[in-house]
């Protein structure tokens, strides 16, 4: 797989990353767990040069975590540049669960030790602010971010889902080295002032969710074709009179798939790929077969008229998540 950097001064990976999570949270719930498959995939990812790892504590909570640390157990955890989060908790009822920022430092000095001790490591190589926590300055949780990478248990710093002023003023009082937001074919938001910012400033762009969450993989045609217990189910776009509309727009992504010899997965990806030289997305999976396909999208070359033609996509009809 090709490769890129971290932004301008961050570590060596592929230019297709592995979002972890639906390993154990979030996507088709009702399903049976398979971790032995899950780890499987991990290795795989990391053997196809998918070497880009993304978790975070609240994911499970806390069993993604410990998914990856036995993942990479073993002298894996080498070959891996790997990412966790913190700064979401988990409230509400076991079966009504609700995750909410939480940016206290003396939170976050407890949680990277938590998460070392579920990644079976001494240092993750980027560690997030999940959400800037309304209630506390962003200086004063990025200010307990730069202790962890004082102290050396993590590499560099990250954050998620902010603006531009939010990044200015982690950049106050440390270097951030990646912005993670969603950002695909039918999210687009982002592309307007952070992303250009993150260019200007050297700071790599992770896009969370760059298939749409699932969407533009062309595998759902109606709202019956959810799993069960699956979160997606509460999703706006994903309502049947909305999914209806939006359909529109996979059928384009799988046509010019097709007059490439490609598959919508590996054009969603490459165009989010072309959003720049440190854009690298992390798509999720829990099986070998679409981890094969995102990872071909290394080789997908989109042209320019395939770009201006994927950029005139209608914006999809919902908002991103209610």
Request: charged share 25%.
């Amino acid at each position: 797989m090709r490769t890129t950097t971290l932004g301008s001064k961050g570590p060596e990976v592929g230019v297709v990353g592995l979002g972890c999570m639906g390993m154990s949270y979030g996507y088709d719930m009702s399903s049976r767990r398979d971790e032995d498959a899950s780890i499987a995939v991990i290795d795989q990812a990391l053997d196809l040069g998918m070497t880009f790892l993304d978790t975070a504590d609240v994911y499970g909570p806390c069993t993604n975590e410990e998914l990856v640390g036995r993942a990479l157990a073993g002298g894996r955890r080498e070959r891996a540049v790997l990412a966790t989060k913190v700064g979401m908790v988990h409230q509400g009822s076991a079966g009504s669960p609700r995750a909410v920022p939480k940016g206290s430092p003396d939170h976050i000095r407890r949680s990277i030790d938590e998460s070392l001790g579920r990644l079976g490591t001494d240092h993750v190589d980027l560690y997030y602010l999940h959400r800037v926590d309304p209630e506390v300055p962003i200086e004063d949780s990025v200010g307990a971010l730069a202790e962890a990478v004082a102290a050396g248990k993590a590499r560099a710093i990250g954050l998620s889902e902010v603006t531009v002023e939010q990044i200015r003023r982690a950049q106050s009082v440390h270097p951030i080295t990646a912005v993670q937001s969603e950002l695909s074919l039918w999210t687009r938001d982002w592309t307007e002032e952070v992303l250009p910012y993150c260019k200007e400033q050297g700071i790599a762009f992770v896009p969370y969710s760059p298939l749409g969450k699932g969407f533009l993989t062309g595998r759902f045609s109606s709202f019956d074709d959810l799993p069960q217990d699956d979160f997606r189910r509460g999703l706006a776009r994903f309502q049947q009179d909305a999914l209806r509309q939006n359909l529109a727009i996979a059928d384009k992504v799988r046509q010019i798939a097709d007059r490439l010899d490609a598959t919508p997965a590996q054009v969603a990806l490459a165009w989010v790929m072309a959003q720049g030289e440190y854009v690298v997305p992390i798509p999720g999976t829990k099986t070998s077969r679409y981890l094969r396909d995102n990872a071909g999208a290394s080789d997908v070359e989109l042209t320019a008229a395939d770009l201006a033609e994927l950029d005139a996509l209608p914006v999809p009809t919902g908002g991103r998540y209610f």
